[in-house]
């Protein structure tokens, strides 16, 4: 804002006062009394004082005509703040820019190891600042995280834009430590597991052991049972111990059967499923089954499920192309636990990003594995391996999520938390 105020009044205000009245009164000094009195005559007083005649000051006073203040005064014209004022114009340079993804895999550049505890105090309460053994998580296309709060019977949301340590939340679904049976369409058992929330905003939860699949509209007060029947049983109107859960764009649920070793498919509005993969009620290492089936991703573009199969003896996440009969392993080895880098113990939630990079909590390791695409060798990105309140530790992951900038949280089930860490 260059604002150049010229004003260059030039004041040239040069009344030459020129009053050059003559005072030729010599009256004084010619007075030679009686004989040659001629004051009449020589007193010219009036006739040589020529101050009308020769001030000029009104003729050679040209203070109107040289006074050109209003001419040169060019304030008005030059000053153009206004034009030059460019802020609003070059304000959009100066917005949050988004850094380009990177794929974690090509760059080798992964997450700080110190976690920032997002969610909850470490301690179990019920303020809605805390968390009692949490377990699924979810981020929606709107940046909200929501948390399966199994130990307060309850879901909780907050906003990500939140970035205050342990801030507070609401509750989603379900009321504060007040557990139902499968009678009350406004309450959960203990065993709130997976959650999912689709484009309209509905939230689907996996109630464990009322044995069925809640759905609730965004700011209702109860829910609707979309899947299972609320008792446990084999045959197909059933879903016992349901943990993973998955909505599709045309609204089919597919839910993980964990106590079925199964998983299966809801269309909308039916009262029995069809299973997909798994055969029930027959755990296994061989490709045609699944073993204490939890957590669930489904790759709708590709048609491919991907599960984890917690069961300790089996600790693999299999990949199964819907249609198919068999899967196929592509993390963990197939009836060996362990610690290893090719190697999990009871995976639990799982993930993928846009390059098909899979994420795995590896519960029993307190640890997050990270898979790259077409890779059997696993990386650690979060936790030490031991579960404890170290900063760099977790305890007993049982989910993990990306938000949008590829921020990983990670449900710290014994740890009463939700950890973030944050990409480099």
Known sequence: STVSTASTASTASTASTASTALTASTASTTTTAPTTTTVPTTSTAPTTSTAPTTTTAPTTSTAPT???????????????????????????????????????????????????????????????????????????SNNNLYIGDSGNDRVIMQSLSITTNAPGGIIAAGSTNISGNSSFSNLFSTGVRYLFVDSSQNLYVADTYNNRVMRWASGASSGLMVAGDGTFGTTLNHVYYPYGIWVDSSSNIFVTEYQLDRVTKWAPGATNGTIVAGITNSAGNTTNKLASPAGLYYDEANQDLYIANSATLSSTVMKWHIGNLNGTVVAGLAGTSGSTATQLKSPMGITLDQWNNLYVADRSNSR?????????????????????????????????????????????????????????
Do not use: E, H, M
């Not at 040169?72 to 000053?79: D, L, V």
């Not at 030059?84 to 993804?101: C, D, K, R």
């Open 66 to 140: 040289t006074t050109t203040a209003p001419t040169t005064t060019t304030a008005p014209t030059t000053t153009t703040a206004p034009t030059t004022t460019t802020a609003p114009t070059t304000s959009t340079t100066v917005a949050t820019t988004t850094p380009a993804l990177v794929n974690p895999c090509l760059s080798g550049i992964y997450w700080n190891a110190t976690r920032t505890q997002y969610w909850g105090t470490g301690t179990s309460g019920i303020s809605l600042n805390q968390t009692s053994s949490p377990t699924g998580l979810y981020i929606d």
């Open 368 to 424: 997050v594995q990270l898979f790259c695409n077409g890779a059997t060798t696993g990386i650690t990105i979060a936790g030490s391996g031991a579960s404890g309140p170290s900063v760099t530790s977790i305890s007993a992951p049982y989910d993990v999520k990306l938000d949008s900038q590829l921020n990983l949280y990670v449900s710290d089930n014994s740890g009463n938390r939700i950890s973030k860490f944050r990409k480099y």
